[in-house]
């Protein structure tokens, strides 16, 4: 039965001014085709593919073994609740934990499952050279040694686990709401971190595939080796910004820039980005908070999490707000850089931009430490039950992306597509990652691809109930970005080396359906589609 209308399922927005309220409506002969837009949609420019919206989430710190390592086969609670219901027919199985990983694991604590009351855990060492020791030249069998925290998780009911505390992974019954979505929707197990290290190498590379090029006339700070970011500084054009800052060289281009160049709309959009100060205040003052699901209040704002505030050519230095909602996606003062808010604004208003990226506030990031897969469910579930809702939705594609791994296990090693030789390298041996003479554009400090990471698509255009094998990195989605409007590329990037995500798609066949979750457990609450999807 087509659908005819729609009420988003499931709550309001528990995110710092997402407030979304009341039923969306879709027109009365329901979704219609990626060609039949009309001319009343000024984001609707020239696309290789049906997709004339993505949507980019990116989370933060997860390896994939850490989240799907025994999908689609998840164990009840230690309470003895079950929140995943059970895999579908024909489920395809990912490449995670055998049980010959799991009970003869070659790393000194065999993997263990972390119980959905156990969601909030420390954060792992996920630096650029503990994760290559951690490979152990790719015998993957020295993680508690190297990316473990000193002393373990301090949490009382983790502590039991030691250094052996990275070893841990999750299931259906606490991630649900991801294995849910991979139920109905696709999901990547061979997708990796581009390089090696934590979140602004991560941040980098998907948007430009390039941690080099740091502006040695502005780098305030470590974090940068063979003038490459292998650390977590933050951006010099931040005024929420720390004190170590690095700024990446104008000559370097990122995918904003690209975009530019053929005036399409685009904007990244992230929790606590307004400012806390008057307007007009400079510099400006981030502190806005929000409270997890446990009640701990947590400061929204990670200016290192901004990947566009490294460049002068994307950077809205003093968080300027955009001049209009009609505005956003489009070039003034906010220069495409944009509080959450704004992303619902101009969503509501129907001016969905072609390209977005979204970034949770810290409290619902994912980010050990300072977030929950609980409290990321709850963010990811109202953000995507919503976007169902947009009239674009027939049109649109949702990209679930990571950062990195943060450290946790993952068994399998990537290919070294970029060998670099530096004092921080230490995959295949002190100061190696393989030999270093193939750095791509002869740049090193970018040893990659790096320790393996989740990827999903939720679309109609994407596959159902299905696992893609195809190797991609976080570039793979800067690639996706230049080829399906037609950018052109950045010299010197991974974006040249990069897998295509096309394989999770299929281009020739929509399917009519809308999947709606329940934020809080994870759960299908309803599924609205046309009798031939055989849901």
């Known amino acids: 039965m087509i659908r005819t209308s729609l009420r988003w399922l499931g709550a309001a927005f528990m995110a710092s001014n997402l407030a979304l309220a009341g039923p969306g409506t879709l027109a009365a002969d329901g979704p219609r085709a990626h060609h039949d837009r009309g001319p ?15 949507v980019v989430i990116f989370q933060e710190n997860v390896s994939l073994d850490h989240y799907f390592g025994t999908y689609p086969n998840a164990k009840p609670n230690l309470d003895g609740s079950v929140y995943f219901l059970g895999a579908k027919p024909d489920t395809p199985t990912v490449n995670g934990l055998t049980p010959g990983l799991l009970t003869h694991n070659p790393n000194s604590t065999q993997p263990f499952r972390l119980d959905r009351s156990q969601n909030l855990t420390c954060d792992m060492n996920h630096d650029y050279t503990p994760e290559q020791l951690a490979f152990d030249g790719g015998l993957m069998d020295k993680f508690p040694e190297n ?3 000193a002393g373990g998780c301090p949490q009382a009911n983790l502590v039991q686990y030691g250094t052996g505390i990275t070893m841990g992974y999750y299931d259906g019954n606490t991630v649900t709401a991801l294995w849910n979505y991979a139920q109905f929707f696709a999901l990547n197990d061979n997708s990796f971190g581009t390089t090696f290290g934590p979140s602004t190498p991560g ?20 974090d ?84 566009f505030q490294y460049y002068a050519s994307t950077s809205n230095p003093h968080h300027l707000p955009p001049t209009s909602v009609a505005m956003i996606g489009q070039t003034d003062q906010a220069n495409h ?50 976007l169902e809702s947009l009239q674009e939705w027939n049109e649109t594609a949702v990209v679930i992306e990571w950062d990195d791994s943060d450290g946790w296990y993952d068994h399998q090693l990537g290919q070294i597509v970029n060998q670099s030789a530096t004092p921080a390298d230490a995959l295949t041996g002190p100061g190696m990652c ?17 320790p393996r990471i989740p990827l999903q698509i939720v679309s109609g255009w994407a596959k159902k109930n299905f696992v893609d094998h195809a190797f991609t990195d976080q570039s793979s989605i800067l690639r996706f970005i230049e080829d399906n409007w037609d950018l052109g590329q950045i010299n010197d990037s991974f974006d040249a080396l990069a897998g295509p995500l096309t394989n999770m798609f299929d281009f020739k066949h929509f399917r009519d359906i809308l999947v709606f979750l329940d934020p809080i457990t994870g759960q299908v609450v309803s599924i609205q589609a046309n009798e031939d999807d055989g849901n």
């Open 40 to 54: 009343g949609d000024p984001n609707d420019f020239p696309t290789q593919t049906p997709i004339k919206h993505l």
């Open 147 to 149: 990316t473990s925290p």
């Open 203 to 222: 941040a980098l590379n998907l948007i430009s595939g390039q941690t080099w090029g740091v502006d040695k006339s502005i780098n305030t700070g470590g």
């Open 224 to 307: 940068v080796v063979a003038d490459s970011v292998i650390g977590d500084p933050d951006p010099f054009y931040d005024d929420c910004s720390g004190s170590e800052q690095v700024s990446m060289l104008g000559s370097n281009k990122n995918v904003g820039d690209l975009l530019n160049a053929k005036g399409i709309t685009w904007g990244w959009f992230q929790g606590g980005f307004k400012p806390t100060s008057a307007p007009g205040v400079i510099p400006a003052v981030c502190a806005a908070t929000q409270a997890r699901l446990d009640g701990v209040v947590v400061k929204s704002y990670s200016p290192h999490h901004e990947p």
């Open 337 to 386: 850089q944009y509080d959450l808010s704004d992303f619902w604004n101009a969503a509501l208003a129907g001016n969905l931009p072609a390209v977005s990226f979204l970034k949770a506030p810290r409290a619902q990031d994912g980010h050990p430490n300072n977030s929950t897969p609980l409290d990321e469910q709850q963010f990811l579930v109202t953000t995507i039950n919503a």
């Open 434 to 450: 393989g030999t270093g003479a193939n750095a791509l554009g002869g740049f090193q400090a970018r040893c990659g691809w790096g």
